[in-house]
Nanobody
């Protein structure tokens, strides 16, 4: 059974940094593409970043380019999202997802497994 567990969220001041982790079990990370999404109340889950399944190439939403870094450790089956220079509008529940049909995807429908989410709150 595949499980994803996010951690690392919390309250941070604007301009600060947070690193989110996504610990996986029951999955071979090298066979999956890993993505990070976020969601605020009343809105759909939106793409933040992803890392290519075989290439390891990172992909980012425009609004996080230059501030966030996505990575994964295949040996430890853990994904990471380093978030720097955080802004109040980055406040959301952040989810990691894993899928196996694509090299990477920004579409939530292409992800087969999701974590429970971790709250990130950025104060101004």
């Amino acid at each position: 059974q595949v499980q994803l567990v996010e951690s690392g969220g919390g309250l941070v001041q604007a301009g600060g940094s947070v690193r989110l982790s996504c610990a996986a079990s029951g999955v071979t990370f090298s066979a999956y593409h890993l993505g990070w999404f976020r969601q605020t109340p009343g809105k759909e889950r939106e793409f933040v970043a992803a890392i290519g399944r075989s290439s390891g190439r990172p992909y980012y939403a425009d609004f996080v380019k230059g501030r966030f870094t996505v990575s994964k450790d295949n040996a430890n089956i853990t994904g990471y999202l380093q978030m720097n220079n955080l802004k109040p509008e980055d406040t959301a529940v952040y989810y990691c997802g894993a899928g196996f049909a694509w090299e990477y995807s920004s579409n939530t429908n292409h992800y087969h497994y999701w974590g429970q989410g971790t709250q990130v709150t950025v104060s101004s």
